[in-house]
């Protein structure tokens, strides 16, 4: 197992090097920006989607979904993020108080 922890470590530290090779014009062209942009939004939803739905390998239905479409409303009515942390954590503490996962 430390072997695979070990080679991602190296990758990434490989990746990151090899970042500063890059010639700066080429970093600041409007495609390269576009798409760290729609990868950082991708990642950001995916990070998202493992942590709501996922227990280890099976799929899991609990008062986290709860939680998420209550900040995902939140965030529509353009709410402060402090505020939507909040009633997200008030949705699924009220779900939990109702016997729901």
């Known amino acids: 197992m430390w072997w695979w922890v070990l080679g991602a470590c190296a990758i990434a530290f490989a990746t990151k090097g090899a970042g500063f090779l890059i ?3 080429r970093l600041e062209s409007p495609r390269i920006t576009r ?3 729609v990868m ?11 942590n709501t739905f996922a ?3 099976r799929l899991r239905l609990d008062a986290r979904i ?3 479409a209550v ?14 942390v909040v009633l997200g954590a008030a949705a699924a503490a009220g779900v939990r108080l109702l016997g729901w996962g």
């Open 23 to 25: 010639p700066a014009h």
């Open 71 to 84: 900040a995902m409303i939140a965030f529509a009515l353009r709410a402060p993020y402090l505020l939507v």
């Open 40 to 50: 950082t939004i991708g990642l950001l939803a995916a990070l998202i989607t493992m």
């Open 66 to 68: 709860v939680a998420l």
């Open 55 to 57: 227990d280890g390998q």
């Open 35 to 37: 798409v760290a942009g």
